[in-house]
């Protein structure tokens, strides 16, 4: 696993929700809307298609989520070629 020194800003292709299981009342886990979203490191992993994972917070949640789902920006706001 990867942290970053100083987090990248990318814009998230979807909204990702997770409910808990109907045992508990299917009780919301965490909801990140379509949007600009913060990564705060990267992992490899064999759960994701492309292999690679980035861990994304915003504001509220940190989760994983493969990294295809993600456009990185830099600090001009351009795509970033990570």
Avoid: C, W
């Amino acid at each position: 696993m990867k942290l970053y020194e100083k987090p990248i800003h990318a814009y998230l292709h979807q909204d990702l929700v997770a409910y808990d299981s109907d045992d508990n009342d299917r009780q919301l886990i965490y909801y990140f809307k379509k949007g600009y979203v913060t990564v705060l490191g990267e992992f490899e992993s064999d759960q994701y298609v492309t292999g690679k994972a980035h861990i994304i917070f915003n504001q509220t949640d940190v989760i994983s989520v493969e990294a295809g789902l993600l456009r990185l920006i830099n600090e001009e706001g351009n795509r970033s070629s990570k």
